[in-house]
C-alpha cells in the first residue's frame, strides 16, 4: 500500500526510544513526526502501519457496543476507561512485561465481573458465559504472543512489516471484542424473557 512517498525509515537502532520495544522488529521505523506527518503515514508502508489499522477498529467497535441497556452501558464505559488506562500506561512502558502489566486493572475488572456471573450475584444467558470465557481467552492469549514476541523472535526481520506479534495481539483483541459483543447480544436477548425473583 504506497499511496504517498514517505520519509527515509529507520532501523531499530535508530529508531525513537519510545518505538524500541521489540528487538527482533529490524527495519521500517518512522522517524519522529509533525501530525500532518503522521496523517501521511496512513499511505505508506512502515512497520507500524498494520497496527495504525488495527487500533481504528477498536474505536468503531467500541461506538457500536455503547447500543447497550444502561446498567451494560455503565459497565462499558468502565471498561472503555479502564482499557484507556491501560493503554496510557502501555506506551509509556519500555518493555514488553511492563506493557502488559498496564492492563492489570482491566484483567481485574473483567474477571471480578466473570466471578459474580459464576457464583450467582450476577445473571444473565447461560449460553454467554462460553462467550465471555472466549473473549477473555483470546485477549490473554494476545498479550502472551506479544511479550514472547512470536513469530519475530524466530525470524528477526522478516515480520518488521507484517504478521508480528504487535499486529497479532491486536487481531486478537479486535475477536475478543466480537465476542464480548455476541455474549451482550446473547444477554440481551436472554434479558427479554428474564422474569425476577420474587
Known sequence: MVLYEGPRLLDFA????????????LTGYRPVSTAEECLRSLFYMHNELGNIYTHGALPIIYITLLC???VQQTALLAYILLSAYGIYCATTARTNVRRLRAFVWQAMFRFSLFLFRVYGSGVGSP???????I?????????LVNIVQIPERFKPGLFDNWGNSHQIMHVMVICSIIYLHWGTLEDLAWIRTYQCPE
Open 127 to 133: 449460553n454467554s458465559l462460553r462467550l465471555f470465557v
Open 14 to 25: 535508530k529508531a525513537p526510544a519510545h518505538l524500541q520495544f521489540n528487538k527482533y522488529v
Open 135 to 143: 473473549m477473555d481467552c483470546l485477549a490473554v492469549l494476545g498479550g
Open 68 to 70: 447497550y441497556p444502561a
